[in-house]
């Protein structure tokens, strides 16, 4: 695992522009793993600034999400899906077609989870998951104590993630209570890794993760085994980091 110190989030973000522009330019049909939530909004900007720019072409890449909130049709300024689409997918060049992320309104939940299974598999396999982390230590929705093995599945998203994510919803009451999400397993078959993490309220949760034992307590903490993971985070969430 390579650990990178960025300055503040602006570094972190330009930093991790790069990395993903590197390897669209170093594999243009690349298969690119995406998150949301705060983290990757800076490095989503910088991409579609270099595409404006004319330096950054996405007319081969296919993307496929990480997860998405259970009963939020994709229109909801709160899903995931609306998510990507404003701060990525409206901005590049990309075609709309070979964009993917686990539909949260699908009425089967069991059938949905094999669907997005089998999408992720037809790709060909991600070449870069691009992951942040939640301050439990989740990735994408791997809850603490959720199985390193699992594909796609349901989860009941816990009290400190629900609590977390109120930031974007109007009320506590209006986040939901599930989500889909890519399983540890799938996410653990990506050619690379790329996990960026900001700021003090998660330096503790970080250590754990980079320097504590592997743990599906501390679902972050797999990375530890991945053949190419790269961690880049700012001075603040590593201010808590002793290397052991
Ligand atoms: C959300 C998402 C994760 C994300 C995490 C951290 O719950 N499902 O994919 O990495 O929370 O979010 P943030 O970057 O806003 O702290």
């Known amino acids: 695992?390579?650990?990178?110190?960025?300055?503040?989030?602006?570094?972190?973000?330009?930093?991790?522009?790069?990395?993903?522009?590197?390897?669209?330019?170093?594999?243009?049909?690349?298969?690119?793993?995406?998150?949301?939530?705060?983290?990757?909004?800076?490095?989503?900007?910088?991409?579609?600034e270099w595409h404006k720019a004319g330096n950054l072409d996405f007319s081969e890449v296919t993307t496929v999400n990480l997860d998405e909130y259970r009963g939020i049709p994709r229109e909801n300024e709160q899903s995931y899906d609306y998510f990507m689409r404003k701060?990525?997918?409206?901005?590049?060049?990309?075609?709309?077609?070979?964009?993917?992320?686990?539909?949260?309104?699908?009425?089967?939940?069991?059938?949905?989870?094999?669907?997005?299974d089998e999408v992720v598999r037809r790709t060909g396999g991600i070449d870069l998951q691009l992951l942040g982390m939640g301050h439990n230590g989740h990735i994408g929705f791997n809850e603490p104590g959720s199985s390193f093995a699992k594909g796609t599945h349901c989860v009941d998203l816990?009290?400190?993630?629900?609590?977390?994510?109120?930031?974007?919803?109007?009320?506590?009451?209006?986040?939901?209570?599930?989500?889909?999400?890519?399983?540890?397993?799938?996410?653990?078959?990506?050619g690379k890794i790329l996990l960026i993490v900001s700021g003090k309220e998660k330096a503790g949760m970080l250590n754990r993760a980079l320097f504590g034992p592997v743990t599906p307590e501390v679902p972050a903490s797999i990375l530890q085994f991945h053949r190419d993971a790269t961690v880049l985070a700012d001075e603040e969430a590593l201010s808590c980091c002793e290397p052991r």
Request: aromatic letters at 8%; one cysteine or more; glycine letters at 8%.
């Open 87 to 116: 701060h990525l997918f409206e901005k590049v060049n990309i075609d709309r077609s070979r964009t993917f992320l686990p539909d949260g309104m699908a009425p089967d939940g069991g059938q949905e989870c094999l669907r997005y």
């Open 1 to 48: 695992m390579r650990i990178y110190k960025a300055k503040d989030y602006h570094d972190l973000s330009v930093k991790a522009a790069q990395i993903i522009a590197a390897q669209i330019v170093l594999k243009p049909d690349c298969v690119l793993g995406l998150a949301t939530g705060s983290s990757p909004v800076g490095a989503y900007e910088k991409l579609a």
């Open 158 to 190: 816990t009290e400190s993630t629900i609590r977390a994510n109120r930031r974007f919803f109007s009320s506590e009451e209006e986040v939901p209570r599930q989500a889909f999400t890519m399983g540890i397993g799938t996410i653990m078959e990506a």
